[in-house]
């Protein structure tokens, strides 16, 4: 594959019923990255060893040391337990370098955010996965990029719902925060949320 060449996401937004939280990165690394076929499937980024962290206070809590995969079983009945529904903000994207890092790449389709807003009637929040998801959603909602582990309200247009649009830290390794203070900052926002 050239590095010109363009990206379809490979999955459907996960959407459990009651959904109250949106999370979105930005678009998964190359297959050859996986662990599972799901968000956040790099075996070294964080996100599911934060998501331990907040909900079970167990780094390990999904991971299988003896397969090295993630247990997705696990990892669904969280979501669909906790309402947490998970899609990324490109639709389409373009590796400007052969890896998957958020500075070389390009947003060629962003996500249909109101679309999937429509059919999660009780979200109350989506919550970016660091700088460039951050990004995309406030262009979508023509909204401020908030600071770090903050959020911005906002009124969807075809109602008078709000949506609080909350930027949290990357859960990739390349970005210097420890995994526990990453946590911290999701847990606040699940605290807010209601859903811890």
Not at 2 to 28: R, V
Not at 34 to 41: C, K, L, R
Not at 82 to 104: E, F, H, Q
Not at 112 to 138: F, H, R, S, Y
Request: hydrophobic share 40%; glycine share 4%; proline share 7%.
């Amino acid at each position: 594959m050239s590095t010109t060449d363009i990206e379809s996401h490979p999955w459907q937004p996960f959407i459990p019923d009651h959904a109250k939280i949106l999370i979105m990165g930005t678009f998964p690394p190359k297959p050859e990255r996986w662990s599972m076929d799901f968000y956040y499937p790099n075996r070294i980024n964080d996100f599911w060893r934060m998501m331990g962290l907040v909900f079970f206070d167990n780094k390990d809590r999904f991971w299988d040391q003896e397969s090295k995969q993630f247990r997705l079983d696990d990892i669904k009945r969280l979501l669909i337990e906790r309402g947490i529904a998970l899609s990324d903000t490109g639709a389409a994207v373009r590796r400007l370098k052969d890896n998957a890092s958020d500075k070389y790449l390009e947003i060629v389709k962003p996500v249909n955010l109101d679309g999937l807003l429509k059919i999660m009637p009780e979200c109350i929040a989506v919550a970016t996965t660091g700088q460039k998801a951050a990004q995309v959603i406030a262009d979508l909602t023509s909204t401020p990029l908030p600071a770090m582990g903050e959020c911005i309200a906002t009124t969807r247009s075809d109602s008078d719902r709000r949506i609080d649009i909350y930027r949290m830290p990357s859960t990739s390794r390349a970005y210097p925060m420890a995994l526990e203070k990453k946590a911290a900052y999701y847990a606040r926002m699940f605290e807010k949320t209601g859903l811890i």
